[in-house]
């Protein structure tokens, strides 16, 4: 099993940034492809950014590029989501995600464990 739990999230005026993090637990963490994913109100879940086991490979939705960055610390069984610039559509509930493969895939049905969420508001 994995836990996963997130923070970070908050209020926030357009052309803000929050970071987010999401710690994880139990089975072998640094070699889990890593995923944020989100949900705005009334909309489908979808794919905002994923790393690989060895943060070598990124990966983003085309709306965050150039303002979303992930990273992760395997030390500290941490992935992070750097979010500069953000807009009011970036507004979502956001989830972390993982499985046991080192490679990335943008599929939600794909990730078996799934964070509680941290919510994310951003103002005009």
């Known amino acids: 099993q994995v836990q996963l739990v997130e923070s970070g999230g908050g209020l926030v005026q357009a052309g803000g940034s929050l970071r987010l993090s999401c710690a994880a637990s139990?089975?072998?963490?640094?070699?889990?492809?890593m995923v944020w994913f989100r949900q705005p109100p009334g909309k489908a879940r979808e794919f905002v950014a994923g790393?690989?086991?060895?943060?070598?490979?990124?990966d983003y939705a085309d709306s965050v590029k150039g303002r979303f960055t992930i990273s992760r610390d395997n030390a500290k069984n941490t992935v992070y989501l750097q979010m500069n610039n953000l807009k009011p559509e970036d507004t979502a509930l956001y989830y972390c995600?993982?499985?046991?493969?080192?490679?990335?895939?943008?599929?939600?049905?794909?990730?078996?464990?799934w964070g509680q969420g941290t919510q994310v508001t951003v103002s005009s």
């Open positions: 995600a993982t499985r046991i493969t080192q490679y990335i895939s943008t599929r939600r049905d794909e990730y078996p464990y």
């Open positions: 139990g089975r072998t963490f640094s070699r889990n492809a």
């Open positions: 790393i690989s086991w060895s943060g070598g490979t990124t």
